[in-house]
């Protein structure tokens, strides 16, 4: 008589306590593999389209200065039209009085291409100003 390895006899009909766990296995790494290579095609996809805040308004009070930046490039600080050249120098010359408590409120078009925002933001930094606000629309 043969005998298995639990001690019962091969040919009886007593059901087998373990699962086989290769096949699972298997599926397993083949939807690993098929998940590792569709992620990225996902993420290349996706357009970014930017939703609208609804943002609490700031209670701080602070003193803010204006910086708009426009569809066609024009750069206002406190509504007066400027240069991305003499941003930073007039902006040292606001914040010179207390430039911890100073903070720049950011408003750009929607459209406004990344790299001109920024640039605009790395002009403010220059002058010393650690606070930017970023305005919207609620």
């Known amino acids: 008589m043969a005998f298995n390895p639990q001690g019962s006899r091969l040919g009886s009909q007593t059901p087998m306590a373990e699962i086989n766990v290769i096949p699972l296995v298997d599926i397993m790494l083949v939807l690993l593999v098929i998940f590792i290579i569709t992620v990225p095609v ?20 602070l003193s803010a200065i204006e910086v708009t930046l426009t569809l066609a490039g024009v750069i206002q600080l406190n509504q007066e039209v400027i240069s991305l050249t003499t941003l930073t120098e007039k902006l040292r ?8 408590s100073s903070e720049v ?33 609620p």
């Open 42 to 61: 996902f993420y290349q996809a996706v357009p970014v389209n930017l939703p609208n805040t609804q943002a609490s308004p700031s209670t701080e009070n």
């Open 93 to 100: 010359q606001l914040t010179s009085d207390a430039p911890l």
């Open 105 to 137: 409120q950011l408003r750009a078009d929607r459209e406004v291409r990344y790299q001109q925002v920024t640039e605009l933001m790395a002009a403010i930094q220059q002058a010393g100003v650690e606070r930017i606000a970023f305005v919207t629309q």
